[in-house]
DNA sequence: GGAAGGTGCGCG
DNA sequence: AAAGCGCGCACCTTCC
């Protein structure tokens, strides 16, 4: 890790910490705000309504910037970005809590797991505006969701966390991988308040274009409808349901087709009439019933696309979505992602971003060598390892992900005589993982321990009178989790750069000026959608929303975040981050 | 009639 | 062309 990192970036993630934090505490319908200094020694409380806290929390941020610490971010935020206030930093004691706790790099973490309450699911949100159907949740409105909401709970977990990043010899990764994570959780949260501009009418003329005209309710569309009839008469049998697993595998069976089961690949290993019908009716249906009118009517409002994401919601600190699918909108609906009259889309990806830490993380300066320049396979390719880029591209993610056979499994030593650091990386990973130990991402993150019913079966087979069964089934579990370490470290350390990158990125759009020139007068809703803004983030994509006259700036922001995120991971190795980066109206790769 | 599990497929 | 990580979601079937 770097010290001395540059300047935008100490700010945006400022492992040091402003003079001041303020921890805020909610009892009824009063909020308690305590000051501490740097040193966490209180210096003043402060009682005020809720009503007046966005407005509160609006002159502390203009005139000191300090580090807000909270519950959980979603539970206040949201209102605070309602009430059109944003701050620069917080402290996201709920995500903080779940990264410390585990930590390999704390050396005694007993009280962050006796503290079980902050063990507690997010709050929470009302979310009845943007999608109806989520209010169906089963929700009892006296049953408070989320972590504890008091002030002198949230200064009694601070303590036990500073306590923890303090004792800690690693004490600047655990510093800056909390306030990273935290940068995260008010991304989160202004990510969704902006939303991402979609365009509906456009939605509607993609669906119309591949599926037909928008059926009544109940009915399939059109094509659909066809595709299916063109099925059960190349089945014969004119009745079998395309829906339903089990009864369209006994149909294929009846007609000579032999698979095993109806997925998309086995199907296409078959020459029958009723096959390529087949595949696109699956590829429709699949269009229809996860983005279809539905979709779009539940989602879409305003021209705006709201999902819910979820920071830190995969194991290995990737984010997850919640509702509205927000991480998997298909491909083929890119085009309906369509700036502002007068803005523009700046779309950003990381080219091979889990191979470059991963040089990164194991010093390996041949990887690194391969890396340098735009495409990293090409490098493999040009370094005489393997004859092509797809071979390069099937070997590299063999060897994160583990693969053993097929062409994969087949490339996967070659990279071993080349690049013997970065496979020794994950090698031993997985063999920790294989052991039943855990494995720690770059900055701090730790792998869960394995499940009891893992270790018992581990201990089963090695008793006298284990079965090959027992056996047998040890071995491919502790593969298993040999895999799933493997991949940890390095899909975990690859969440820890974007998350750089996504803070940096912050910072710099929050200092480009409003079009015009003149910062716009306070008023309702978040006012930051007037001037660049964040609007998607998908692992290792950024999709910036911004004045076209902005596009420019916006785009050198995006690289120079993007080189400042590698500088603060892994300082002085030569480890290139270069994006693809396009300046556009729509999301649409043209 | 709802929960749990299986299947398949979208994304990285 | 296809076996190797992480997800969420829709639908169907099975079971209580």
């Known amino acids: 890790m770097a010290d001395g990192a540059d300047a935008p970036a100490a700010r945006a993630l400022d492992p040091a910490g402003p003079p001041t934090w303020i921890v805020l505490g909610r009892t009824g319908d009063r909020v308690v705000a305590v000051d501490l200094d740097a040193h966490a020694a209180e210096r003043s409380r402060t009682t005020l309504d809720a009503a007046r806290l966005a ?6 941020e203009k ?21 059109g206030v944003r701050v620069a930093r917080c402290h996201d004691l709920r995500l903080c809590h779940a990264i410390l706790r585990d930590s390999a790099l704390v ?27 989520l209010f169906d949740l089963d929700l009892d409105p006296d049953e408070p969701s989320g972590p504890p909401s008091g002030v002198d709970a949230a200064l009694a977990e601070f303590a036990r966390q500073r306590d923890a990043i303090g004792a800690s010899p690693h004490a600047q990764r655990l510093r800056l991988l909390t306030a990273a994570e935290s940068a995260g959780a008010l991304i989160a949260a202004e990510l969704r308040a902006a939303g991402l501009p979609w365009d509906a009418a456009a939605h509607d003329a993609i669906l119309t274009a591949r599926l037909g005209a928008r059926p009544v309710a109940g009915r399939p569309p059109e094509r659909l409808e066809e595709l299916a009839r063109q099925v ?9 349901s395309l829906d339903s697993q089990p009864k369209l595998l006994r149909s294929l ?19 029958h009439p009723a096959i390529p019908p087949l595949i696109e009716y699956k590829r429709l249906w699949r269009l229809m019933t996860a983005n279809g009118w539905t979709w779009l009517d539940e989602w879409v409002r305003a021209g705006r696309f709201r999902p819910v994401y979820v920071p830190g919601g995969v194991v290995t600190g990737r984010w997850a979505s919640s509702g509205g699918g927000a991480l998997q909108v298909p491909r083929s609906l890119r085009a309906a992602v369509r700036a502002d009259p007068g ?21 390996d300066t041949a990887l690194a060598d391969a890396a340098r320049g735009r495409d990293l396979y090409a490098g493999i390719v040009a370094g005489g390892i393997v004859e092509t880029r797809q071979e390069a591209k099937i070997a590299l993610l063999g060897a994160m992900y583990g693969a053993t056979t097929g062409d994969s499994g087949r490339l996967v030593p070659r990279l071993r005589r080349s690049f013997p650091r970065a496979m020794a990386l994950v090698d031993d990973a997985a063999l920790v993982g294989e052991d039943g130990g855990v494995v720690t991402t770059w900055l701090g993150r730790t792998s869960p321990s394995p499940s009891q019913g893992w270790q018992s079966a581990q201990a089963q087979a090695t008793e ?11 071995r491919r579990w502790a593969r298993d989790r040999g895999r799933f370490t493997r991949n940890f470290v390095v899909q975990g350390t690859a969440a820890e750069w974007a998350l750089a990158w996504l803070a940096d990125l912050r910072g710099r759009l929050e200092r480009m000026p409003f079009p015009g020139g003149a910062e716009p007068a306070p008023r309702s809703g978040p006012v930051f959608q007037r001037r660049p803004h964040l609007a998607f983030f998908l692992h290792d994509e950024v999709i910036v929303h911004t004045p076209a006259e902005s596009a420019d700036e916006v785009a050198v922001a995006v690289q120079e975040a993007a080189a400042s995120a590698g500088r603060l991971l892994f300082g002085g190795f030569p480890i290139d981050f270069p994006l693809e980066v396009r300046i556009a109206h729509t999301a649409d790769k043209t």
Do not use: F, K
Not at 55 to 60: F, I, N, P, S, T
Not at 253 to 271: D, K, P, Q, Y
């Open 253 to 271: 069976h009846r007609a000579g087709i032999l698979v095993e089961s109806t997925n998309r690949w086995e199907l296409a290993e078959h020459e």
């Open 55 to 60: 407005e509160w929390v609006a002159a502390r």
């Open 107 to 133: 050396t005694d973490a007993a009280a962050l797991r006796a503290a079980r309450e902050w063990d507690a699911a997010t709050h929470v949100e009302p979310v009845a505006a943007v999608a109806p159907a």
């Open 232 to 240: 059960r008469e190349a089945l014969g049998d004119p009745a079998v």
């Open 343 to 363: 803005w523009l889309l700046v779309v950003a990806d990381v080219a091979q971003l889990e191979p470059r830490v991963l040089a990164g993380m194991a010093a």
């Open 63 to 83: 005139a000191e910037a300090p580090r807000w610490v909270w519950s959980d971010a979603p539970a206040w935020y949201a209102a605070l970005l309602d009430a």
């Open 464 to 474: 006298a009178e284990a079965s090959g069964a027992d056996e047998t089934r040890a």
